[in-house]
Protein backbone atom coordinates (compact mmCIF):
# COMPACT_ATOMS: atom_id res chain seq x y z
CA UNK A 1 0.00 0.00 0.00
CA UNK A 2 1.31 3.26 -0.78
CA UNK A 3 -1.03 5.59 1.89
CA UNK A 4 -0.95 4.93 4.95
CA UNK A 5 -3.62 2.65 6.77
CA UNK A 6 -6.18 3.90 9.47
CA UNK A 7 -4.66 3.02 12.30
CA UNK A 8 -6.54 2.86 15.43
CA UNK A 9 -5.61 2.70 19.14
CA UNK A 10 -7.80 0.72 21.78
CA UNK A 11 -6.88 0.61 25.67
CA UNK A 12 -7.33 -2.64 26.78
CA UNK A 13 -8.14 -2.63 30.92
CA UNK A 14 -6.41 -5.85 32.31
CA UNK A 15 -8.60 -8.16 34.73
CA UNK A 16 -7.81 -9.96 37.63
CA UNK A 17 -9.49 -13.25 35.67
CA UNK A 18 -7.06 -12.42 32.84
CA UNK A 19 -4.09 -13.51 34.68
CA UNK A 20 -2.86 -17.16 34.72
CA UNK A 21 -0.88 -19.03 37.82
CA UNK A 22 2.82 -17.81 36.01
CA UNK A 23 1.48 -14.07 37.09
CA UNK A 24 0.81 -12.80 33.83
CA UNK A 25 -2.14 -12.46 31.14
CA UNK A 26 -2.76 -16.20 29.70
CA UNK A 27 -2.14 -16.18 26.02
CA UNK A 28 -5.86 -17.08 25.19
CA UNK A 29 -6.38 -13.43 26.48
CA UNK A 30 -4.30 -11.96 23.91
CA UNK A 31 -6.79 -12.61 20.87
CA UNK A 32 -9.65 -11.32 23.04
CA UNK A 33 -8.10 -8.24 22.92
CA UNK A 34 -7.43 -7.85 19.33
CA UNK A 35 -10.96 -8.67 19.19
CA UNK A 36 -12.05 -6.04 21.19
CA UNK A 37 -10.07 -3.56 19.13
CA UNK A 38 -11.03 -4.94 15.97
CA UNK A 39 -14.75 -3.97 17.23
CA UNK A 40 -13.32 -0.52 18.13
CA UNK A 41 -11.91 -0.03 15.24
CA UNK A 42 -15.54 -0.68 13.06
CA UNK A 43 -16.83 1.71 15.81
CA UNK A 44 -14.25 4.17 15.12
CA UNK A 45 -14.67 3.04 11.40
CA UNK A 46 -18.36 3.57 11.10
CA UNK A 47 -18.67 7.06 13.56
CA UNK A 48 -16.72 8.51 9.93
CA UNK A 49 -20.23 8.14 7.88
CA UNK A 50 -19.17 4.84 6.92
CA UNK A 51 -22.41 2.48 6.45
CA UNK A 52 -21.98 -0.55 7.66
CA UNK A 53 -25.31 -3.33 7.31
CA UNK A 54 -24.19 -5.53 10.48
CA UNK A 55 -27.66 -7.27 9.95
CA UNK A 56 -27.42 -8.25 6.58
CA UNK A 57 -23.65 -7.99 5.66
CA UNK A 58 -20.84 -7.25 7.44
CA UNK A 59 -17.31 -9.52 8.24
CA UNK A 60 -16.01 -12.78 9.76
CA UNK A 61 -13.01 -13.91 11.00
CA UNK A 62 -10.92 -16.28 9.09
CA UNK A 63 -7.85 -16.71 10.41
CA UNK A 64 -6.09 -15.24 13.25
CA UNK A 65 -2.29 -15.59 14.58
CA UNK A 66 -0.47 -13.98 16.97
CA UNK A 67 3.11 -13.67 18.16
CA UNK A 68 3.92 -13.56 21.61
CA UNK A 69 6.95 -11.49 22.87
CA UNK A 70 6.96 -10.16 26.32
CA UNK A 71 4.51 -11.21 28.90
CA UNK A 72 1.59 -9.00 30.32
CA UNK A 73 0.94 -8.20 33.93
CA UNK A 74 -1.80 -6.98 35.74
CA UNK A 75 -0.71 -3.49 36.56
CA UNK A 76 0.50 -2.88 32.99
CA UNK A 77 -1.01 -0.20 30.74
CA UNK A 78 -1.95 -1.52 27.87
CA UNK A 79 -3.44 -0.85 24.35
CA UNK A 80 -4.03 -2.15 20.98
CA UNK A 81 -3.21 -0.43 17.57
CA UNK A 82 -5.20 -2.08 14.93
CA UNK A 83 -4.92 -1.48 11.18
CA UNK A 84 -5.52 -3.04 7.65
CA UNK A 85 -2.38 -4.62 6.15
CA UNK A 86 -3.14 -6.39 3.22
CA UNK A 87 -6.42 -5.57 1.07
CA UNK A 88 -7.88 -8.04 -1.45
CA UNK A 89 -11.06 -8.07 -3.44
CA UNK A 90 -13.24 -9.70 -1.16
CA UNK A 91 -10.86 -9.78 2.43
CA UNK A 92 -8.37 -7.87 3.96
CA UNK A 93 -5.78 -8.23 6.79
CA UNK A 94 -5.78 -7.05 10.02
CA UNK A 95 -2.86 -6.40 11.95
CA UNK A 96 -2.30 -5.02 15.53
CA UNK A 97 0.48 -5.03 18.09
CA UNK A 98 -0.53 -4.89 21.96
CA UNK A 99 1.83 -2.66 23.98
CA UNK A 100 2.62 -1.33 27.01
CA UNK A 101 3.24 2.33 27.85
CA UNK A 102 6.29 2.54 30.11
CA UNK A 103 7.89 5.45 31.57
CA UNK A 104 6.11 7.24 27.94
CA UNK A 105 8.09 4.45 25.85
CA UNK A 106 5.59 1.92 23.79
CA UNK A 107 6.81 -1.72 24.61
CA UNK A 108 5.28 -4.16 22.19
CA UNK A 109 4.39 -7.03 23.99
CA UNK A 110 2.69 -9.12 21.03
CA UNK A 111 1.52 -8.74 17.58
CA UNK A 112 -1.12 -10.44 15.91
CA UNK A 113 -2.65 -11.01 12.28
CA UNK A 114 -6.00 -11.75 11.23
CA UNK A 115 -7.92 -12.52 7.72
CA UNK A 116 -11.09 -10.72 7.53
CA UNK A 117 -13.75 -11.89 4.83
CA UNK A 118 -16.44 -9.67 3.71
CA UNK A 119 -19.65 -11.53 3.91
CA UNK A 120 -23.68 -11.27 3.32
CA UNK A 121 -25.08 -13.37 6.24
CA UNK A 122 -28.54 -13.62 4.25
CA UNK A 123 -26.90 -15.41 1.16
CA UNK A 124 -24.14 -17.22 3.16
CA UNK A 125 -21.54 -16.02 0.39
CA UNK A 126 -18.84 -13.79 0.57
CA UNK A 127 -18.72 -10.43 -1.11
CA UNK A 128 -16.79 -7.56 -2.42
CA UNK A 129 -15.25 -5.23 0.22
CA UNK A 130 -16.93 -1.73 -0.27
CA UNK A 131 -15.43 0.94 -1.62
CA UNK A 132 -16.39 3.53 0.87
CA UNK A 133 -14.41 1.14 3.39
CA UNK A 134 -11.50 0.47 1.02
CA UNK A 135 -11.29 4.19 0.67
CA UNK A 136 -11.12 4.76 4.31
CA UNK A 137 -9.14 2.05 5.76
CA UNK A 138 -5.99 3.74 3.89
CA UNK A 139 -5.91 7.44 4.11
Known amino acids: MSEQPFKHKTPIQ ?3 KDIDKL ?4 NANHVTYFELARVDYFDAFAADN ?3 DWVNEGVILAKIEME ?3 PILLEDKVFVYTWVSKMGTKSFDMSCSIVKSENGVEIELARGLAIIVCFNYKTNQTILIPESWKAKMVQ
Do not use: A
Not at 23 to 26: D, K, Q, S
Open 14 to 16: IRF
Open 23 to 26: GHVN
Open 50 to 52: IKI
Open 68 to 70: YKQ
